[in-house]
């Protein structure tokens, strides 16, 4: 039997958790996975799996033989990608994740006219606020705001958007317009605590950095529902700037405090560690890049050069 066949076999059969399981996303029988495992069992002069009439699971050595051989065959896929990125032919499925906001508005946008480009190619995107594990859930690409903490993660950095402190006409009618980022201690401000720093919005001044321990009246974990409640006059928000523009630019959001200058948000894109990136991940890449850059860095600040690092 072709080994390199049974090593997919075991692979499929290893993360599905069953031999019918395996052998029914590869399209084979179960006959069929079984004895590609009996044949690798053979050749090694192991046991991979550990057997019951109920259950399946791996043996020690099956562990350890996963990790290799899953290693193996995705240095194969990398090699062949490599080939059909020479070749400059784009083809099968690109998995990507993105946070909500910046997915729906933007990305979503930019793999429409990618796709327009790469008829052979398609796109799966999943928008969740949380971070997917790439390895586990088969993400290609995923987007990625703010600060990385996983150092040991392969990433480009894509674009970075200023962010900027707004409120609806209304709010700032009834309760002033804050002249300072002291003044926001006297004001109800909309707080995502999903991302860094919380209640906590640091500044440029002209004394220095400060920092203002801020809080409101509503308090959620995404940016799309703390705009939402700024349009409704709940109170003051930070947001990046391709998340208000239409707003601002419509007179439904004020911005303020544009003296100052908060920490722009970066954009990076994640991938997981590969010796070679496929075609399809390098191309679309390349293509988001240029694509996203001059779509989020718009500044309704005024023009200050500061290095946050």
Known sequence: MDKLTSMRVFERVAKAGSFVGGARELGISRAMATKHIMFLE??????????????????????AY?????????DIEDMESAITYLQSELRGTLKISAPPV??????????AEFLKLYPDLNVEMILQSSHADLIEDGIDIAIYLGDLEDTSMVARKLASSSMIVCGSPDYLEKYGIPETPEDLVHHSCLVNWASAPQDKWKF???KGFTTIHVSGRMQTNVA???RVAALNGLGLVVLATYV????????????????????PLDIHAVYPHRKYLSAKVRCFLDFLQQWLEPRVSISYSREIKIDFT
């Open 244 to 263: 208000v523009r239409r707003d601002i630019e419509k007179g439904k959001l004020q911005t303020v405090l544009q003296n100052y200058a908060l920490p």
């Open 102 to 111: 910046i997915g729906a508005t933007h990305i979503t946008r930019a793999v």
């Open 204 to 206: 440029k001044t002209e």
């Open 42 to 63: 053979a050749d090694l002069r192991t046991r991979l799996f550990n057997r019951t009439t109920r259950s399946l699971s791996l043996t020690d050595m099956g562990v």
């Open 66 to 74: 996963l990790e290799r051989c899953s290693q193996v065959l995705l």
């Open 224 to 226: 799309e529902a703390n």
